[in-house]
């Protein structure tokens, strides 16, 4: 069974699919792999400082995230094409490294995709668990996390689709505003229904 997890970002991905490694699970994630596709050297960087010029690359021949993110999160059209770019790469990658669990065994793998609704990714999968949170608290997690001003949280969160369309697709719903246990309590009775094993 392949489950892919998404949510809103700052929704709680990363810590739901932290719960499923330390239960076994073997995790693709889609934010470490998009960091992987940028390393020096790989391509998709070439084109990118091609397409945005040399300021989006750092003295260290780094990609600059900060200028990028608040390149793309302002406008739509810069997005795009980053996306374009950056989308095809993400996702050959992606799939190498599913069939890569699938050949070694494994029964079950999840795709921690933030963007797996926006870019239309719903048939690489057989279950969608998507984490939800109210707006206000997801708003002071991800201002805290990133030491973002409220404005640079808002610009991030009106770049994808709201939670309430993505939970209408999902399989399972886990609601992410209340403690930790809380959280990994519904993700077990999910597992469960699912019938599903690491
Ligand atoms: C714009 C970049 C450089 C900002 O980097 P930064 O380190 O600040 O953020 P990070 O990569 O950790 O992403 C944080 C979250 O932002 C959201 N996000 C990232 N890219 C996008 C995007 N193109 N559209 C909407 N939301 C996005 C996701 O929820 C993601 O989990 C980076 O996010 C990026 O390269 N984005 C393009 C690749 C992409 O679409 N990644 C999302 C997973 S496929
Ligand atoms: N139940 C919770 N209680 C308190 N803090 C939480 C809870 N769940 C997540 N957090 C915190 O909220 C922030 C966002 O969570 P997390 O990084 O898991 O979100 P994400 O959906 O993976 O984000 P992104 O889309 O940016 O990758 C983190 O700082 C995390 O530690």
Redesign the pocket.
């Known amino acids: 069974m392949i489950i892919g997890l998404t949510g ?2 700052a929704s709680g ?1 990363s810590t739901v699919s932290g719960m499923l490694a330390e239960r076994g699970y073997p995790i693709v994630d ?2 470490l792999v ?2 992987e596709v ?1 390393e020096p050297g790989r391509p998709a960087l070439e084109q990118i400082r091609r397409a945005f010029g040399e300021q989006v690359i750092m003295e260290d021949g780094t ?1 600059d ?2 200028f ?2 608040e390149l ?2 302002n406008d739509p059209a810069q ?1 795009k094409k ?2 374009d770019i ?2 095809p790469a ?1 996702r050959t990658e992606m799939l190498r490294q599913r069939d890569g669990h699938l050949a070694a065994g494994k029964k079950t793998v999840v795709m921690d ?3 797996l609704f ?2 239309r990714l719903q048939h690489l999968v057989d279950k969608i668990l998507v984490v939800s949170v109210k707006e206000e608290t997801q708003l002071h997690r991800l201002m805290a996390r ?1 030491s973002f001003t409220e404005q640079e949280a808002r610009a ?1 969160i009106a ?2 689709l709201p939670i309430s369309e993505k939970e209408k697709g999902a399989d399972a719903v886990i609601y992410n505003n209340g403690t930790l246990e809380e959280t990994a309590r519904q993700l077990d009775q999910i597992l469960e229904s699912w019938h599903t094993m690491a």
């Open positions: 809103s970002i991905k889609a934010d998009a960091r940028v990609m995230r900060r990028v993110g793309i999160f997005r980053l996306n950056i989308h993400i995709i933030p963007l926006e870019s990133n991030r770049s994808q």
